[in-house]
């Protein structure tokens, strides 16, 4: 009976024997660098958030201390200091000249209305334009300064706070047909050195008034009121 053959065993191979997984330490020196390079970029971007987040925080907010009217007020009224309040605002929103300090305009007299919440400005105050003739000027009048030469008589004697009534009357007509132009004017200011004019206080009508007569070479009168009228 034939012999069979035994199948002959191969002989073992020479070598390394295959890995059949990754080998992740192969891999992590290889990339070694590349992680390093996003490991600085996380670095940087992390600290320019926090020292933007920082100088947010520690940078300190311009702002700019301005009087306020906690309420409205009328012309004419002596501020006190229940009537205004210290507000801190952004400078942008305010006008360049301003009051920033309560006592800077506490005891003033307001010579337009101001309403609540409104910045306190000097031009709002007797005395913030003009100086002491604005403080004498009543609320809601305008003072006007009237020369001499522009009265056809010399007016009578006079003192600051006298009423006065100014008459006008065309050249060359009888007198009787003057007429009454201002009426209750207040006496502000005598002619002196300095200007030989009238400073009277009188409505804004009264002033073009007494403008359109001169312009057109009207006579004009300065007579005194009589008191308790």
Not at 56 to 63: G, L
Not at 101 to 125: D, F, I, M, S
Not at 210 to 226: D, G, K, M, W
Request: proline fraction near 11%.
């Amino acid at each position: 009976m034939p012999s069979q053959k035994q199948p002959s065993k191969s002989p073992p191979s020479q070598g390394k024997v295959p890995l059949t997984t990754p080998d992740w330490q192969e891999a992590v020196r290889r990339r070694r660098h590349f992680y390093l390079f996003v490991a600085f970029l996380l670095a940087v971007l992390f600290g320019a958030l926090a020292f933007k987040a920082f100088g947010e925080v520690a940078r300190p907010e311009v702002v700019a201390q301005v009087i306020y009217a906690a309420q409205d007020i009328p012309p004419g009224t002596v501020l006190t200091p229940e009537m205004i309040v210290v507000r801190q605002v952004p400078p942008d929103i305010v006008p360049e000249v301003h009051y920033s300090l309560p006592e800077q305009v506490v005891g003033r007299v307001t010579l337009y209305p101001l309403a609540a919440n409104e910045p306190v400005l000097p031009n709002k105050l007797a005395g913030g334009t003009g100086g002491t003739l604005a403080q004498r000027c009543p609320a809601g009048k305008w003072c006007v300064r009237i020369p001499e030469d522009w009265f056809v008589a010399a007016p009578p004697e006079l003192a600051p706070g006298d009423h006065v009534e100014i008459a006008s009357a065309q050249e060359g007509l009888p007198l009787k047909e003057a007429g009454f132009i201002a009426s209750d004017v207040r006496v502000i200011a005598l002619p002196g050195d300095d200007a030989p004019s009238y400073v009277l206080a009188v409505d804004a009508q009264e002033a073009l008034n007494l403008l359109y007569a001169h312009t057109n070479e009207f006579q004009l009168l300065l007579v005194l009121r009589p008191a308790g009228r």
